[in-house]
């Protein structure tokens, strides 16, 4: 199992550009999502997805579009890059909770994101 | 509001056990404490996790109060590669896809 990977370690951007970072779980994992951390800060939710076909807002959505179209990939799409973008990007996946179990996250090693 | 309290830093000799404390005073019934790492530059990686009844598994161990308002992640015998950024994280057992996570504590565990 390769577990959480995401692509590609480093991407510098110029101001206006877009781009997608990919994220893919070979876990069979339901949940996913994509956080975001600046530095000296903790990690802050930009969006995630219960399943495939579903998607919600986390607390940091502006700037940034997903879809889910399978189980195994959630890529998160720059749309028109800006330098407060700038940051270091996670992707999380899990199994759905249920009341005998709880679920922790399984992460990604992250996409440092330069936005000059 | 990441909804926990943690020291911003401590530190530890190697070999000795490190003890991170986190006040979670407001934590509700259904809520269970969560303990996440994050390495320089690495992903977060889940340690453990517990309701009301102590836990323990082969990275660490986890006491929870008994008015559930705090807790202590244990770390019995730190070495040099524990030195991270760990978090305490409240989890309703419905929402484990959109954590809050603070500022956690930066454990230095030192020679």
């Known amino acids: 199992n390769a577990g959480v990977t995401q692509t590609p370690k480093f991407q510098v951007l110029k101001t206006g550009q877009s781009m997608t970072l990919q994220c893919a779980q070979d876990?069979?994992?339901?949940?996913m999502s994509w956080y975001r951390q600046d530095p000296g800060m903790g990690l802050r939710l930009i969006h995630y997805?219960?399943?495939?076909?579903?998607?919600d807002q986390g607390e940091v959505p502006n700037g940034y579009n997903v879809s889910r179209s399978t189980t195994e990939d959630f890529p998160l799409r720059l749309l028109s890059a800006a330098p407060s973008q700038t940051s270091v990007y996670f992707c999380?996946?899990?199994?759905?909770?249920?009341?005998?179990?709880?679920?922790?996250?399984?992460f990604g090693n992250g996409t440092r994101l330069t936005v000059t | 509001d990441a909804k926990t309290t943690q020291p911003p830093s401590m530190d530890c000799a190697e070999g000795r056990a490190a003890n991170l404390p986190c006040n979670h005073s407001?934590?509700?019934?259904?809520?269970?404490v969560y303990w996440y790492r994050q390495i320089h530059s690495q992903g977060p990686q889940y340690i453990i996790h517990g309701l009301k009844n102590n836990e323990t598994n082969e990275m660490a161990s986890l006491i929870i109060t008994e008015d559930r308002k705090s807790s202590t992640l244990i770390l019995p015998h730190a070495t040099l590669r524990d030195t991270a950024v760990y978090y305490c994280i409240r989890q309703t057992g419905g929402s484990n896809y959109k954590l809050t996570f603070g500022k956690g504590t930066l454990l230095t565990v030192n020679p």
């Open positions: 997805s219960v399943g495939a076909g579903i998607t």
């Open positions: 876990m069979n994992h339901e949940y």
């Open positions: 999380a996946s899990s199994p759905p909770p249920s009341i005998f179990y709880n679920s922790p996250l399984h």
């Open positions: 407001t934590i509700s019934g259904n809520e269970y």
